[in-house]
């Protein structure tokens, strides 16, 4: 904690004499350490602490180098917002027991034939509801925007309130299909085929929905959960096959959304004439930072938790009886560039004071989780903390918990977890 104290009032010392250069290299140094030393202590695992220190306070170093003209000067209450708040989640973390080593380990069996079957039924019945919301979809706009070529943002308006939350829950297959072939070893011909046809299908809805987030959502779930429940990395051919894959359709979808490279760099307005493969994840991570500094500067009075109330609004259908309870301005640097960071509704609703509550909760949780996946009987829980481990890795991108669809994925996977068992499903 120390090494991030000294690194962070270097990089405020450092920003504020415009040597934007030396106060981004002191955070990101800063998150280096940090995430060594927590998997230096956990035994050579990432934990949740680990990923967080290094994404959240490596993002924000990363937009303090300032290589865009959209970017401007923080406020100081915007760098106290961000070191409290990790600050907050660490001493959380730390004194809710989620470094604590516990001797048990997960217990290692097969699902009895029952619990198999549910598994199986658990992933052909997602895959089935996310196909049949996704057709409706498409019977009801009218369109299906991989194949709209006169529309350039068709991915915006394919979106049937309630519904859309059924054909995004394709994200959720790809983890449970993975859990089923590491569990069952015994396998018909006739399931592989099924497992295979389901996740074909719930990775194809992403790309004809030209969802690139839903696509790396579901990917990345699916890597997390495999390193929760086997606890060794995944084989170097295969994460090289899949990364080469998702690349390159994350291009074509991409391109499939008009979006060619001076549309963007006109968008992101770099200093410099960077290659687009460094100018796009750039942007992408640090103006979300620069958008809570551009909230704190000009939001002109809080509101009290209806911010964060949004997904219960949204999921009881609330917003439209009372549109005025989610009708909020949204403070950015640029229209187009509507990403933020995990703590951007926190601040919206109580200012700092919300942003150490929020993300002490936050860290008070991640303990849990880590409690839990250490004596845990069930190999679905591993879905549920790759869940979390995701939403702290992409902690600066948007503010998961304000967002439906956090929760129903959240709900989906703890409906699998009864229905497939927990200690019971073991021999």
Sequence with gaps: ???????????????????????????????????????????????????????????????????????????????????????????????????????????????????????????????????????????????????????PHAYSYFHVSGLHYFTVSCVLVPSLALLYVNVVHHRSTVTNLGLLAAVAVSLLIPVLCVSRFQLLLAVLMAAFTWLNFRREPIPAPLAGLGLVCLLGVYGILSMARGHSVSYLNGIFEMKRNFPIFVSQPYIYIANNYDNVNCLIRELPAHSFGLKMLFPFFALTGLKFLRPELVNFPIYVTKTELTTVTLIYDAWYDFGILGVVLFMALLGFIAAHFEKKLRSVHSPVFCMLYAQLAIYLMLSFFTTWFSNPATWVYFGETAFVLWFVGGKQQWK
């Design 1 to 151: 904690m120390m090494v991030y104290l000294l690194c962070y009032l270097a990089a405020v010392l450092f920003a504020r004499t415009q040597y934007y250069l030396l106060s981004g290299t002191a955070l990101l140094f800063a998150a280096l350490v940090l995430f060594w030393r927590e998997k230096r202590r956990n035994g050579g695992r990432v934990n949740l602490l680990a990923l967080l220190s290094l994404f959240f306070v490596g993002g924000e170093g990363i937009s303090c180098l300032k290589l865009s003209r959209l970017q401007g000067p923080w406020e100081l209450q915007t760098f106290a917002a961000f070191f409290l708040a990790y600050g907050a989640f660490r001493l959380a973390f730390l004194f809710g027991g989620g470094r604590e080593q516990d001797s048990r380990r997960v217990r290692e069996g097969r699902l009895t034939e029952i619990r198999a079957g549910r598994l199986f039924a658990a992933v052909t019945g997602l895959t089935v509801l996310s196909a049949a919301a996704f057709l409706a979809e498409v019977r009801i706009l009218g369109f299906v925007p991989f194949l709209v070529r006169h529309m």
